[in-house]
């Protein structure tokens, strides 16, 4: 065997390396195609949102973000009803789902017994898997009838009263709305955002916990004091990744808003979103003006999501490469 | 003096006691949600199973009987589409990314958009792919639902590949590099052997995310109400299918849609759970 190998000429050597050398090559430009291409379809998607909509912002211009009409027959539109229902919407799961978040987090790492951390863990993680229109089903037909018959009529009778935010809380019971809406997008974007606040927890150095501990914090003090300004960066990344889901969730949103296009002060009233605005018109949107006004919608959508999401990613950069240093 | 300080220790303790608490209850909360929205999914689901869910078509409306047969078929047939066209770019991508763009500006910014791409609006996808393929052909089609799944697919197969990669030990790589085999060679026998395991997972969890997806379908495959297999035209699949049937006013309709809203919660989650489990005893080893 040695002496194949001795014997073996130079020359199929020289070869074999140049060969190497030119598939290394080839290897590296296939490779390299394949990362931008990736880079080139965001701004592809991009680029094709900004062509569709242009006809919508040259005909209506800036009173494309601040009107209310939304006429198909008339050929009028405007999107101030469904970025109104987008933000209040995601505003009201921000609300809702944020605590409750960094209540799981708080509760995973610090409280619960080490053995059954993970199986929780893990429960809530099951919650992000679940479709999106499956969440849409079950708060059409199951959540929206337990808001109009058991919790709707409470917070009217209790909170319609009293002056200003009583204001929030008047109208009928319908169940469907921008409450309900709130309340489901708060429980689809709970796992994603308590598992990046329970994953940067784990990271916080023990000395730091345990020297205030030495100094007879509470564990809730610790919590409050060392925990969460340690990771305050990561969390409001995390917050922000929840933020960004909430604003473009679509099919859940189509189920439960009403898709109405109506702004009111009640938030038991039905209203719509972008999103939910997409999922129903576009098809049927047979001419281009009614098209383009929709992209024009998608883009500002992007465009928001993009913002809000490089945000979150930014920040979970900063916290890691802290970790790491 | 000491009651005194004594007090303001019970408080606190108090305080630590009852924030502890809301804690639990939220956990609880979310618990029980979760465990609401499986129990709903499974009573509809299972009172309206039958064999004829699978062996006819979707029924006009108003009508009786009548299956699911012709959507699994399209969501299967554009899910394949999907996992064809996007894992191969995604984990040659992953791969630029882990092993040629160390230290690189062009790595960051790739490793940038496909982190935005994987959190992305799906119906910004589909509004892209409807630009892309459905207006330059004039019609929706098949192709296109699959094609709007890939774009879902890929930013998932190109971080978990790209995270796989990352694990595989330096060492490995110096020593195949010293034996002098071609970089390409290394990567390919050595590499994606090594790391097989969990970019196989991370594509089971994108298979798992896009037969979900019903957002990027409404305006790229719409819907058929025949069996077809025919890929370059209209295609039932079943997120789109459990869409219209839920949100109508026909009882039998609602009935289909909760039996194929049971059948495509069991499949994701069981494909989810599943290749999560398996990555997780891997990286406990």
Known sequence: ?325 | MATHSGSIYRRRQIGSMIALSLCGIATVVGLVFLAWILWTTLIHGLSALSPSLVTEMTPPPGEDGGGLANAFMGSLLMVVLAVIIATPIGVLAGTFLSEFSRGKKIGEAIRFVNDILLSAPSIIIGLFVYELVVRPTSRFSGFAGGIALAFIFLPVVVRTTDEMLRLVPDVMREAALSLGIPRWKVTVNILYRAASAGILTGILLAIARISGETAPLLFTALNNQYWSLDMSQPMANIPVVIFQFAMSPYEQWQNLAWAGAFVMTAIVLLLSVGSRAILNRRNAK
């Open chain 1, 1 to 325: 065997m040695s002496e194949a190998m001795a014997s073996l000429p130079a020359t199929t050597a020289g070869v074999k390396r140049r060969d190497g050398a030119a598939g290394d090559r080839i290897f590296y430009w296939i490779v390299l195609g394949c990362g931008l291409f990736v880079l080139v379809a965001l701004f592809a998607a991009a680029f094709s949102m900004v062509w569709d909509g242009f006809l919508a912002f040259r005909t209506f211009g800036f009173g494309f973000l601040t009107g209310m009409e939304w006429d198909p027959v008339a050929q009028r539109f405007s999107g101030l009803v469904p970025i109104y229902g987008t933000l209040v919407t995601s505003a009201l799961a921000m609300i809702i789902g944020v605590p409750v978040s960094l209540g799981i987090a708080v509760f995973i790492t610090e409280v619960a017994p080490r053995s059954i951390r993970g199986p929780i863990g893990g429960a809530i993680e099951l919650l992000a898997g679940i479709p999106s229109i499956i969440y849409g089903m079950w708060g059409l037909f199951t959540f929206a009838p337990f808001m109009s018959d058991y919790v709707q009529p409470v917070l009217i009778d209790w909170l319609g009263p009293i002056p200003i935010i009583g204001a929030l809380f008047t109208g009928a019971p319908l169940g469907i709305g921008m409450l309900t809406s709130g309340i489901v997008l708060a429980i689809m974007i709970i796992p994603f955002v308590s598992s990046v606040m329970r994953d940067v927890f784990l990271v916080v150095p023990a000395q730091l916990k345990e020297s205030a501990y030495a100094l007879g914090s509470t564990k809730w003090e610790v919590v409050r004091d060392i925990v969460i300004p340690h990771t305050r960066t990561a969390v409001v990344g995390g917050i922000f990744l929840g933020l960004g889901r909430a604003l473009g969730e679509t099919m859940a949103v189509t189920f439960v808003l009403g898709n109405t296009h109506n702004i009111a002060v009640s938030l038991m009233e039905p209203g719509t979103s972008i999103a939910a605005t997409l999922a129903n018109e576009f098809a049927e949107a047979s001419d281009d003006l009614y098209r383009s006004s929709l992209s024009a919608l998608g883009l500002i959508l992007f465009v928001v999501t993009f913002i809000v999401l490089a945000a979150a990613k930014l920040m979970l950069v900063r916290m890691a490469r802290q970790r790491g240093e």
